[in-house]
């Protein structure tokens, strides 16, 4: 049997700015394919959060719960679309001071 | 001696087939799913929901269910604690977050002066009105409660996936328990509720 951990889902709040992962640990059969078991795991980045930090810590538990690290690529989206929500976060606020610097 | 005579309503119910059984609750008014849903539901090991919520604005309606574990971090907010062990479990059911952690430090870091909490709960806490999300702790060593022994009182914020932490103190406002005041090395237990 092989275990393995995927991302399945990558929310985005606009209202708080956190951004939720969600994972499943895997248990799959021999041939690497058919899921035989697997159950949620879930962090959440708040805005300020070192990413890859607390992606360290995550790995480091499910370590501990018999669970290999989040899967690479999964892992290389993520970071992706992080970035992306950060250019989307500075530019939301470079508009927000223009428009005060406007009124003022 | 207990007496092996089933009651009347006990034999009638025995009477009944599942289908008969199934309309009888449907008449009463007690549920309200088709007949086809509850047969899928009775052959299932349970009753299943979609792994991604569809959320339902009807209050009557029970819209998610979910169990699974989560990392959670301890510290003040930017700086954490180097944990040994760091551990959380959730179930989700409906909006409301029933989740369990425990943590263990061996270093507070460079945590600084502002309030302590525990970071990357589950799912972030909803407002509602001016409610904040009640904690408690089952144990705890290396936490600042004062030669007085305040009580240390943990709750949800709103819009937050932290718990933060307070020390009560004798009629006065509580005091946010700093991140340095910790004891270099910890462990806390706590549990709490709260809603999406």
């Known amino acids: ?104 | 001696m207990a007496s092996n005579k089933k009651t009347s309503e006990e034999t009638d119910a025995a009477a009944l087939t599942g289908a008969e059984q199934i309309r009888a609750v449907q008449s009463a008014g007690n549920v309200k799913l088709t007949p086809a849903q509850i047969r899928t539901y009775l052959g299932a090991a349970g009753i299943p929901f979609p792994s991604t919520q569809v959320p339902s604005a009807d209050a009557n309606t029970l819209d998610d269910y979910e169990e699974g574990t989560f990392t959670p971090t301890l510290g003040d907010g930017t700086n954490n604690y180097t944990l040994s062990f760091a551990e959380g479990s959730y179930t989700k059911i409906g909006n409301q977050v029933i989740w369990h952690a425990l943590l263990i430090w061996t270093s507070i870091g460079s945590a600084g002066a502002s309030q302590l909490r525990m970071g990357a709960l589950p799912f972030t806490s909803s407002a509602v009105g001016n409610i904040t999300y009640s904690a408690w702790i089952g144990s705890f060593d290396g936490l600042d409660t004062t030669a007085t022994l305040n009580q240390i009182m943990p709750r949800v914020g709103t819009n937050s996936t932290a718990c933060f932490f307070n020390r009560a103190n004798d009629n006065a406002a509580a005091t946010n328990l700093a991140a340095n005041s910790s004891s270099a090395s910890g462990g806390i237990q706590l549990s709490g509720v709260y809603r999406t």
Not at chain 1, 46 to 74: C, I, W, Y
């Open chain 1, 1 to 104: 049997m092989l275990a393995r951990t995927i991302i399945d889902r990558i929310e985005i709040e606009p209202q708080t700015g956190n951004v939720g992962v969600g994972m499943k640990k895997q248990v799959l059969a021999d041939d690497g394919v058919t899921v035989l078991s697997e159950q949620f795991h879930r962090t959440m980045l708040a805005p300020g959060t070192d990413a890859a930090d607390q992606m360290s810590r995550v790995n480091v538990h499910l370590g501990m719960m018999g669970f290999p690290a989040v899967k690479t690529e999964d892992r290389a989206v993520l970071d992706t679309a992080l970035g992306a929500i950060e250019t989307l976060r500075s530019a939301k606020l470079a508009e927000a001071l223009e428009a005060e610097a406007a009124k003022a």
